[in-house]
């Protein structure tokens, strides 16, 4: 329970949701990995009812509890990767969302809902953009950077390597070349992933303590020098867990 409480401690996360929810929520809506319930619940002021779909038992009771006060809002224990929709979406609220979508359900979940939606069903949040950057942390395993630590030192600039829509299928495995030119000198050890969240056409939120932390990955030690040209060979599986993570490094030559 302590997780989804720090979830809606999390005020950036919390209002920005609710600000692009309010302004936007209309009809029928499904909010997907409800949780606590409190996405549902800035949804239901302006929708018509509220389908929350939530799959994990140890939160069930108390949103349950939570929604009692909600007249518009209908609490359906289930998958939502495998759920069969009813009633068309207009709004699809899905914050199941981890760094690069690796290891959490959004990527599953969103290419179930895609099979119910009609054309201008409605996505909060409608996007995300993943960027890269080469660091000096001396992590031993993938970690989340939470809290400023640990500490590592940039030897790149943060590039975009992908942005992915969530009105279209996404296909789960994900692997790429990335070419990086270094910005400083020093002992190349890892690469830092970062996720932002595109809530609609005018909200982008970067990350916060509890979306989207950036992800530090070891990679092959490489000492460079600055003005390198590098390649970055980067492989995961969308919603398949950390450790489908590979990566590699190697010199543009």
């Not at 309010?22 to 389908?51: E, M, P, R």
């Amino acid at each position: 329970m302590k997780y989804y409480h720090d979830l809606t401690k999390d005020k950036k996360r919390v209002e920005t949701f609710k600000k692009v929810i309010q302004d936007n929520v209309h009809g029928i809506v499904y909010d997907l990995g409800t949780g606590s319930g409190i996405l549902a619940s800035f949804a239901s002021k302006n929708a018509l009812k509220v389908y929350a779909l939530e799959y994990n038992p140890f939160i069930i009771k108390n949103t349950l509890k939570y929604f009692e006060k909600y007249d518009n809002i209908e609490l359906i224990e289930t998958d939502a990767s495998t759920f069969e929709f009813k009633e068309k979406p207009d709004v699809v609220i899905c914050e199941m969302l981890d760094t690069a979508l690796i290891d959490e359900e959004q990527v599953p979940v969103i290419n179930n809902v895609l099979k119910y939606s009609k054309k201008d069903t409605l996505f909060i949040p409608e996007a995300i953009i993943n960027t890269i950057q080469l660091i000096d942390s001396n992590v031993e395993y993938v970690t989340y950077y939470e809290n400023n630590k640990p500490e590592y030192k940039e030897l790149s600039q943060e590039i975009k390597y992908q942005k992915i829509s969530f009105y279209n299928h996404i296909e789960p495995s994900y692997k790429t070349n990335i070419k990086i030119r270094t910005t400083a000198s020093g002992n190349l050890n890892s690469i830092k992933l970062t996720t932002y969240t595109v809530l609609s056409d005018d909200t982008c939120l970067e990350p916060t303590p509890m979306l989207n932390p950036p992800l530090l990955l070891p990679v092959n030690n490489i000492n460079i020098k600055k003005d390198e040209e590098l390649i970055v060979e980067l492989n995961y599986v969308m919603g398949g867990g950390l450790n489908t993570i590979h990566t590699n490094i190697r010199r543009n030559i």
